[in-house]
C-alpha cells in the first residue's frame, strides 16, 4: 500500500511538473505587444485611421515597433481584424527615433493570408506633446505610409521610409501565409 500511494504521488508530481512546463512554453509562443508610454507632455499621440478604400470586410491592417531597420525585434502596436471599422490611437515616447512596420493583409476563407500585402518600415522623431496620423493606403498597386504632424498638417521634417529586409516580412498571429 505504501509502495503505491509514493507511486501516485511520483505521478502526481510528474504530472505537475509536465504541466508546469507546458504553461512556460506556451507563454513564450505569445506575442509580445509594444508598452505605450503614459499620457504626459512627454509622450506624442498617434491616431491611425483604417484605409477608407480597404476598411472593409476581408482586409486587415496592423501597425507596429521595430527596433531598427533590421527588424530584429518587432512588437505589435494596434492591429484591425477584418472585421473591424473605425480609427485607433497609441502613443509614443517624444524626442526619441522610432521606426513604425505598417502592413495592410487580405485575409481569405478561414484567415488564411495570402501572400499580396502592402508593407512599409518608416522612421521619425515624434516631438513630445504633439499629435500625428499614421495613414497606410494601397491605391493602383502601390503601397505608401503617411505621416503627418496634425498640428501644422505637414510630414514631420524627420521621417524616412525604409527599404524592407527579409525580417520585417511576418506572418501575422492567428493565421496562416498561403500562395
Known sequence: MGKHNHTTGSAVRLGATLLIAGLGLGLTGCETVFVQPAETTASARID?????ELGRFGTGE???WA??????????????????VGSKSFRLPGGAPVHL??????????????????LNLISFTPEAGHGYTLLQTFR????????TDQAPGAPPPTVVEH???AACVRTPAGYTRVG
Open 48 to 52: 491611425c485611421p483604417r484605409d477608407p
Open 62 to 64: 496592423m501597425v507596429s
Open 67 to 84: 527596433n531598427g531597420p533590421d527588424c530584429a525585434e518587432v512588437l505589435r502596436i494596434s492591429a484591425y481584424d477584418p472585421m473591424t
Open 101 to 118: 512596420l505598417a502592413e495592410i493583409f487580405p485575409v481569405g476563407a478561414g484567415g488564411l493570408y495570402t501572400n499580396v500585402q502592402c
Open 140 to 147: 493602383d498597386g502601390k503601397c505608401r505610409t503617411t505621416v
Open 163 to 165: 527599404p524592407l529586409v
